[in-house]
Nanobody, 115 residues
């Protein structure tokens, strides 16, 4: 089992920045991939950025050039640097890790971008 703790959400004006962090604990030795997803009210959860242990890093088209995902395997942490935030980025952001074919999720952190 893996436990995920997220931090860094909050309220920011359009054009501002936020940095989300997620720390994994538990059976972290077998983590393959780590990423961030978002869920806006009334919508399905969708990919924001995804870092694979082996393979490419993917970003949603809407965040390319503005968001950067990074990973520290020694600290079992994945971060999402979000710059040039837009009101449409408002959502609950969830940390995700994959072990084998199983996904684990954090509790979510709210990001609100005011216009």
């Amino acid at each position: 089992q893996v436990q995920l703790v997220e931090s860094g959400g909050g309220l920011v004006q359009a054009g501002g920045s936020l940095r989300l962090s997620c720390t994994a604990s538990g059976s972290t030795f077998s983590i393959n991939n780590m990423g961030w997803f978002l869920q806006a009210p009334g919508k399905q959860r969708e990919l924001v950025a995804y870092h694979r242990l082996i393979g490419p890093t993917n970003y949603a088209d809407s965040v390319k050039g503005r968001f950067t995902i990074s990973r520290d395997n020694d600290k079992n942490t994945v971060t999402l640097q979000m710059n040039s935030l837009k009101p449409e980025d408002t959502a609950v952001y969830y940390c995700n890790v994959r072990i084998g074919f199983k996904d684990f999720w954090g509790q979510g952190t709210q990001v609100i971008v005011s216009s």
